[in-house]
């Protein structure tokens, strides 16, 4: 048995699909794991609009302001899972949260906490894009300027509704994300998956069976 599966190793089709599963493995382990330890459903996301982004000069992509203490389209946001009665509401240092928008629970929203307050025992957060409305951060806002979501007829984001908190920002990277999910990203790589196999197993097998048919035609002339 050992020498058969020695046998099989040596096949470059059979390495090839081992490394490609190998690889698979790894992704969705690294998915998996990161949740585990982060803590919570959504340990990665890719920033979909600019209302987290203050302009500089009217730009307000990653590409032109990487490191800025905001966010940015195209930004991979990486998000840990905490208590919420831990969220820091100390506004304009307060936590960037990730939350499901109270009328669309489908739908993340990614803003930060201008204000907490606690009903019933529950907390409700005021939130509001850095770059929305008149006031930018580290600008302090009027009330009026927060946003206008509700859970159950009260003001705010309940606490039920928190993913978690950003921790870390990295830029450009969402940029390949969104580039999955549009009309075009997710089915060029899909061609590209195709032409990886087309070249790495169906392109060599059929070199190697008219290499055996000339060999054999070969043999059979006198």
């Known amino acids: 048995m050992i020498a058969n599966l020695k046998k099989l190793w040596k096949n470059e089709y059979i390495q090839t699909v081992v490394v490609i599963g190998l690889i698979a493995l790894a992704v969705f382990g690294f998915w998996f794991g990161s949740q585990a330890v982060l803590n919570t ?26 490191f800025s203490r905001t966010l940015h389209i195209g930004d991979l946001i990486i998000v840990q899972g905490v208590d919420p009665a831990d969220l820091n509401a100390n506004y304009p240092d307060s936590d960037i949260i990730v939350f499901h928008k109270p009328s669309d629970p489908d739908e993340l929203i990614v803003h930060r906490i201008v204000a907490v307050d606690e009903i019933n025992g529950e907390l409700y957060f005021r939130t509001k894009g850095d770059g929305n409305s008149q006031s930018r951060w580290p600008e302090t806002p009027s009330p009026s300027e927060y946003d206008p979501w509700e859970t159950d007829g009260v003001d705010g984001v309940r606490e039920d509704l928190v993913v978690g908190k950003v921790v870390m920002r990295i ?23 195709i032409l990886i196999v087309i070249v790495e197993f169906i392109v060599p097998l059929l070199r190697e069976k008219k290499s055996s048919e000339q060999q054999r035609i070969a043999q059979q002339q006198p």
């Open 171 to 193: 830029p450009w990277l969402g940029h390949v994300v969104l580039f999955m999910r549009n009309s075009i990203g997710l089915p060029l790589v899909v061609v590209l998956i």
């Open 41 to 66: 459903q959504y340990p990665a996301l890719a920033v979909v609009s600019g209302s987290m982004c203050i302009p500089y000069n009217g730009a307000c992509d990653g590409w032109a302001h990487p």
